[in-house]
Structures are given as structure tokens and as C-alpha cells.
């Protein structure tokens, strides 16, 4: 069975929705919970485009080391599994397709 650590479970207030966009959706998650985990329970596993193929990336290791979570934040790509989820956030994935 997988736990969380018990002070980071903690830290999620599920009765408190927080509202954030990705890719010009609006969904929601719980406060204090990270933008990946929102994200993957809103059923959005596609984040990123791999840049050597497109083919289509998503979080895997939830705890910063492997970089499949990437998004793009205010302009700048981040792992949206670093990132605690904030009211208003305008999240957008990362694409490398004709345009990108
Ligand atoms: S899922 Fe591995 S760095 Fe975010």
C-alpha cells in the first residue's frame, strides 16, 4: 500500500476547492495538494510532448527527479508536481508541435 508522508497528506484541505486553468479549461483540486496531482485526478495525464517525438509525456515519479511533469507556468516550464496548487494558476502543457 502507498502512503503519503503523513505531514504532506496533511497539508491537503479536501473540504476547500481551489480553481485553475489548463489549457484554457477550468477545473479544480483541493488546497494544498500540487498541481500534478489535480491535474491527474481531473484525468489530464497528457502534460507535456516528449521534444524528440511529440509523443505524449506525464508525471510519473511525483517527487521532482524525473521531469515528465513539466508544464508551463507565468512563461516559465515547471514541474507541476512541485508546485502547490494556488486559486487562479493559468497552467498551460507543454507542446513541441509545428508551432512550438
Ligand atoms: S513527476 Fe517526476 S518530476 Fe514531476
Do not use: N
Not at 508551463?72 to 509545428?98: F, H, K, M, N
Amino acid at each position: 500500500m502507498i502512503r503519503l508522508a503523513p505531514d504532506q497528506s496533511a497539508q491537503i484541505r479536501r473540504t476547500e476547492k481551489v480553481e485553475f486553468t489548463f489549457d484554457g479549461t477550468a477545473i479544480w483540486g483541493h488546497a494544498g495538494e500540487s498541481l500534478a496531482a489535480a491535474l491527474i485526478r481531473s484525468g489530464r495525464l497528457h502534460l507535456r510532448d516528449a521534444p524528440e517525438d511529440a509523443d505524449p509525456r506525464g508525471a510519473f515519479c511525483l517527487m521532482g527527479l524525473c521531469q515528465e511533469c513539466l508544464v508551463v507556468l507565468e512563461g516559465q516550464t515547471v514541474e507541476s508536481c512541485r508546485i502547490e496548487l494556488q486559486p487562479g494558476l493559468d497552467v498551460t502543457s507543454l507542446r513541441y508541435g509545428a508551432d512550438g
